[in-house]
């Protein structure tokens, strides 16, 4: 009879979801169209065994009517025992039987369906059927094969898009219906796999984190070191032009400054071609001031920045410059005031140390101590740049600088250039 695992392709899929890291899924196929579509197959192939059969019975009985009988009547016994058959199919083949046994025995002539033109056209069907079977036996096998080996590379989704095409084909096929079943099992295991995995990765990583809670500093204080230079390097960049950044460089030159009884708009514009930058002096400033062509400039300066000679010749009249739109501009000590900018740096990472949770080992009191020995640390690494420019200072500065404790900031309000420095530590800040 017509067997399947005989043809070896349902053996090569269940070969598959072993490969696969799984088992075949315990259900049907494919619900019960596919179920029928099994018992087509099995009833066609029963139904050619037993024409053959007939039309063996049909050369025998030229020389042995006995013989020919025989051999129909142990064929209705195999069909009897054959399991893979329903009852339904079993008595038609048995009834194609029982008909050619009359027809031998002359019992029943009017019903011979085996004349040798009918078998011939039945035999021609036959071949053709099995030809077409074996044909879709073989690209079965050649797709299954391939579908294998995607598996075997850990390939799944492209497996399972395989698979798919494969029943879509052949969507009676048994072994691309076990198929579909089996791709879908060795998905839900490889998902497990990938959520098993996790599972252990994050089980060391908790236990690491236990073991390190319980090792003991060498220092006091611990950064997490990963930690810092991740944060550090996603701070916001400085945002200055190329311009700006020039402006900068010239008035960190440093060098020595002699002028006596020289107008200030002259000072200025000397200035202003040494360090090759434009200085403009406010309208509103002069008028309120009062400074003239008569207003004249005298100072001795050895060995200073140009920043430093530029902020001292200013603050004799009562001027103060600030950097705008590329260019260094002069004005009133309150109106240089008003155009300060505010920002905001975080630096939590910075002024607590990390012990078990993020926290210092000592305990709540010790970690307010050591925090605010940071910010104090920190509070005058800020007021170091550009000493003269803070008002803490007592120079003559307007800036200002506080810090907060509730987001572990420091709130700056100083001038353009002032927050450039800044921005090369604790990034651009936030306006």
Same mark, same amino acid.
């Given at each position: 009879?017509?067997?399947?695992?005989?043809?070896?392709?349902?053996?090569?899929?269940?070969?598959?979801?072993?490969?696969?890291? #799984?088992?075949?899924?315990?259900?049907?196929?494919?619900?019960?169209?596919?179920?029928? *579509?099994?018992?087509?197959?099995?009833?066609?192939?029963?139904?050619?065994?037993? $024409?053959?059969?007939?039309?063996?019975?049909?050369?025998?009985?030229? !020389? =042995?009517?006995?013989?020919?009988?025989?051999?129909?009547?142990?064929?209705?016994?195999?069909?009897?025992?054959?399991?893979?058959?329903? *009852?339904?199919?079993?008595?038609?083949?048995? *009834?194609?039987?029982?008909?050619?046994?009359?027809?031998?025995?002359?019992?029943?002539?009017?019903?011979?369906?085996?004349?040798?033109?009918?078998?011939?056209?039945?035999?021609?069907?036959?071949?053709?059927?099995?030809?077409?079977?074996?044909?879709?036996?073989?690209?079965?096998?050649?797709?299954?094969?391939?579908i294998k080996a995607l598996f075997d590379s850990q390939k799944f989704d492209q497996a399972r898009k395989q698979a798919d095409a494969l029943l879509k084909k052949f969507p009676d096929?048994?072994?691309?219906?076990?198929?579909?079943?089996?791709?879908?099992?060795?998905?839900?295991?490889?998902?497990?796999?990938?959520?098993?995995?996790?599972m252990r990765e994050g089980y060391r990583l908790a236990m690491l984190a236990v073991d390190k809670s319980a090792t003991m500093p060498k220092d006091d204080i611990t950064f997490d070191?990963?930690?810092?230079?991740?944060?550090?390097?996603? !701070?916001?960049?400085?945002?200055?032009?190329?311009?700006?950044?020039?402006?900068?460089?010239?008035?960190?030159?440093?060098?020595?400054?002699?002028?006596?009884?020289?107008?200030?708009?002259?000072?200025?514009?000397?200035?202003?071609?040494?360090?090759?930058?434009?200085?403009?002096?406010?309208?509103?400033?002069?008028?309120?001031?009062?400074?003239?062509?008569? +207003?004249?400039?005298?100072? =001795?300066?050895?060995?200073?920045?140009? !920043? =430093?000679?530029? !902020?001292?010749?200013?603050?004799?009249?009562?001027?103060?410059?600030?950097?705008?739109?590329? =260019?260094?501009?002069?004005?009133?000590?309150?109106?240089?005031?008003?155009? $300060?900018?505010?920002?905001?740096?975080?630096?939590?990472?910075?002024?607590? #140390? $990390?012990?078990?949770?993020?926290?210092?080992?000592?305990?709540?009191?010790?970690?307010?101590?050591?925090?605010?020995?940071?910010?104090?640390?920190?509070?005058?690494?800020?007021?170091?740049?550009?000493?003269?420019?803070?008002?803490?200072?007592?120079?003559?500065?307007?800036?200002?600088? +506080?810090?907060?404790?509730?987001?572990?900031?420091?709130?700056?309000?100083?001038?353009?250039?002032?927050? *450039?420095?800044?921005? #090369?530590?604790?990034?651009?800040?936030?306006?």
């Amino acid at each position: 009879m017509f067997n399947f695992f005989r043809l070896g392709v349902l053996p090569a899929v269940v070969g598959l979801a072993v490969s696969a890291g #799984g088992t075949v899924a315990q259900q049907p196929f494919d619900g019960e169209n596919k179920a029928k *579509a099994m018992e087509s197959l099995i009833y066609q192939k029963a139904e050619s065994d037993i $024409l053959k059969t007939i039309e063996e019975s049909n050369q025998l009985k030229e !020389r =042995s009517e006995a013989r020919a009988t025989q051999l129909l009547r142990n064929k209705i016994s195999a069909i009897k025992d054959e399991p893979s058959l329903g *009852a339904k199919d079993r008595a038609k083949l048995i *009834a194609k039987l029982e008909t050619q046994i009359r027809v031998i025995e002359n019992k029943d002539p009017a019903k011979n369906l085996v004349n040798s033109e009918e078998l011939t056209n039945r035999k021609l069907k036959e071949e053709e059927r099995a030809k077409a079977i074996l044909a879709e036996i073989k690209d079965v096998r050649r797709e299954l094969d391939t579908i294998k080996a995607l598996f075997d590379s850990q390939k799944f989704d492209q497996a399972r898009k395989q698979a798919d095409a494969l029943l879509k084909k052949f969507p009676d096929n048994p072994s691309s219906i076990a198929l579909s079943n089996t791709t879908l099992n060795a998905d839900a295991i490889n998902e497990a796999r990938i959520v098993s995995g996790q599972m252990r990765e994050g089980y060391r990583l908790a236990m690491l984190a236990v073991d390190k809670s319980a090792t003991m500093p060498k220092d006091d204080i611990t950064f997490d070191v990963k930690y810092t230079r991740e944060v550090v390097s996603k !701070r916001n960049k400085p945002t200055l032009t190329q311009r700006e950044v020039k402006i900068l460089k010239s008035l960190e030159i440093e060098s020595s400054f002699e002028f006596k009884d020289e107008p200030l708009e002259k000072v200025l514009n000397d200035l202003s071609k040494q360090m090759n930058t434009s200085i403009i002096l406010d309208e509103v400033a002069k008028q309120e001031l009062k400074i003239d062509s008569n +207003t004249f400039v005298n100072a =001795s300066l050895k060995n200073v920045t140009t !920043r =430093s000679a530029l !902020r001292k010749i200013l603050a004799d009249k009562g001027l103060a410059f600030v950097m705008k739109n590329e =260019s260094i501009y002069v004005t009133t000590n309150e109106k240089a005031k008003d155009m $300060l900018v505010s920002r905001v740096y975080y630096v939590g990472d910075l002024v607590s #140390g $990390l012990g078990p949770f993020n926290a210092i080992r000592a305990g709540n009191l010790a970690d307010v101590r050591q925090t605010q020995e940071m910010v104090d640390q920190l509070m005058r690494a800020i007021l170091s740049v550009d000493p003269n420019s803070w008002e803490r200072n007592n120079n003559g500065g307007h800036g200002t600088v +506080t810090f907060h404790w509730p987001s572990l900031s420091f709130v700056v309000r100083q001038s353009a250039e002032v927050h *450039a420095k800044l921005s #090369g530590s604790f990034g651009s800040g936030i306006k």
